[in-house]
């Protein structure tokens, strides 16, 4: 527990939406902390799609015409987003590839 009251009347909202999370999601076995096995499935849960939720977020990020699809153009435009970022290898994936 990071919070500290020094003399606060409340809570700020943050301390309380933090300790609702921990005990609804992150202490599954109700001990009072998280152990190894908690820990690791906050960090990286397993129902989470990392390689589709960066996809999601290119498309948004990119996608002017907003028709669900990118092109070069696009693509082109936002360089710097795409280069970025750990599924295109932080760039590699685009000098491989002849269609971008």
Do not use: C
Not at 28 to 52: F, Q, V
Request: aromatic residues 12%.
């Amino acid at each position: 527990d990071m919070y500290s009251r020094d003399g606060e009347a409340e809570e700020p909202e943050w301390v309380k939406t933090e300790r609702e999370q921990f005990l609804e999601f992150r202490d599954k076995n109700r001990d009072g902390k998280m152990d190894k096995e908690e820990t690791k499935d906050w960090i990286l849960p397993s129902d989470y799609d990392h390689a589709e939720a960066e996809a999601r977020h290119l498309v948004y990020e990119s996608d002017r015409d907003k028709n669900g699809k990118l092109s070069k153009e696009e693509i082109v435009e936002k360089y710097d987003l795409f280069v970025g970022i750990q599924a295109t290898d932080f760039g590699e994936a685009l000098v491989r590839h002849n269609e971008f």
